[in-house]
């Protein structure tokens, strides 16, 4: 009895250990990122009339946009890279150290260097710059210091706001490799706004994973052909759910003697008429004036649609014949993979 009494106690103290570090955890967890917010605002409010130079070099680039850094700032560099190439220009990452030994061949006049560093000091960006400006290379300089060798030779110098790092002692890269991330993702999207970059545009730079799928075509993702499940308005409603059965997409379309699309059967419907099940017709059970969507829709717009209406099959048709059913997509089609494009 005494020694469960001891263990009781001991486990009792252990969980308000357990509890105590969460609670510190959460505490700096919060305050990292209260302090990194802070900092994007701060930035936010330094942007000037060079961040519009800037923004119009890259637009007046004839080539690529060389990308670099070293360390921390090299990852942010590398990714600015990607989202420039995503988004309308054509863009590479140099690694700085890399390009002192043979990789500066890489960049050729006609292009643009943003170069990423947050002393603006580092010794290996150094002959990275110079190179550049031998060629007659513009150089985009990002930097806190204004001073620093980066930003006295940079055509164009963006200047980071010295604030205080989230780690212990104010050190390794945290806060200042955020503005970075974020100043650099201004600077693209600022670009791509400004070449009127469309859904369509963005779709041919991403043609695979889940963005190409989001922004593809309804025709090409819908079912058509032999596993579109249409019945006669006529049709007897056993052999309605054969067909139903058979297409394997939860509902039938519904047609007139013309082909014109003019209800739809769902399993709520059948709920709804369950006595019509084995004597009843098509048009008896279907709910009339199914909803539609244009073959040359996106498939966001597609499940836009199915959201706002909770439905999870629209019947696709083309413009010339908005009556007659060529294809049908449903929810479980596209939903899964697609991402919210304004979250990144």
Do not use: W
Not at 26 to 48: F, T
Not at 51 to 70: N, Y
Not at 95 to 119: C, K, T
């Amino acid at each position: 009895m005494q020694i469960s009494s001891r263990a009781a106690v001991r486990t009792r103290a252990e969980t308000l250990v357990v509890n105590k570090a969460s609670e510190a955890h959460l505490e700096i967890g919060r305050s990292v990122i209260a302090l990194e917010a802070d900092a994007l605002q701060k930035l936010a409010a330094l942007i000037d009339s060079n961040f519009t130079k800037a923004v119009q070099l890259i637009l007046d680039c004839r080539q690529r946009v060389i990308v670099s850094g070293i360390g921390k700032s090299g990852h942010v560099a590398r990714k600015i890279a990607a989202t420039l190439a995503a988004t309308g220009t054509p863009s590479v990452f140099v690694h700085a150290a890399e390009a002192a030994h043979g990789d500066a061949g890489m960049i050729s006049p006609g292009d643009v260097l943003i170069v990423f560093s947050n002393s603006g000091a580092t010794v290996e960006v150094q002959p990275l710059c110079i190179y550049a400006k031998t060629i007659g290379c513009p150089l985009i300089g990002i930097s806190r210091n204004p001073n620093s060798l980066l930003m006295r030779t940079a055509d164009i110098g963006l200047v980071l706001p010295k604030v205080e790092e989230a780690c212990t002692a104010s050190l390794a890269p945290t806060t200042s490799s955020t503005m970075m991330l974020a100043l650099g993702d201004a600077l693209a999207v600022a670009a791509m706004r400004a070449r009127g970059m469309s859904g369509h545009d963005i779709r041919a730079l991403h043609p695979g994973g889940a963005i190409g799928l989001q922004l593809r075509s309804v025709e090409d993702v819908m079912h058509q052909g032999t596993r579109l499940p249409l019945v006669k308005a006529s049709a007897l409603m056993p052999d309605v759910l054969i067909t139903m059965t058979e297409k394997r997409l939860g509902i039938a379309g519904v047609v007139d003697d013309s082909g014109c699309l003019v209800g739809i059967i769902s399993d709520g419907d059948l709920r709804r008429h369950a006595d019509a099940l084995f004597l009843g017709k098509a048009a008896d059970v279907m709910t009339a004036a199914p909803r539609t969507i244009l073959r040359t829709a996106s498939v966001q717009d597609a499940l836009e649609l199915m959201n706002t209406h909770r439905i999870t099959v629209l019947f696709v048709v083309d413009e010339r014949q908005p009556d007659v059913p060529i294809g049908a997509v449903q929810i479980y089609d596209i939903a899964a993979p697609l991402p919210d494009l304004a979250a990144g």
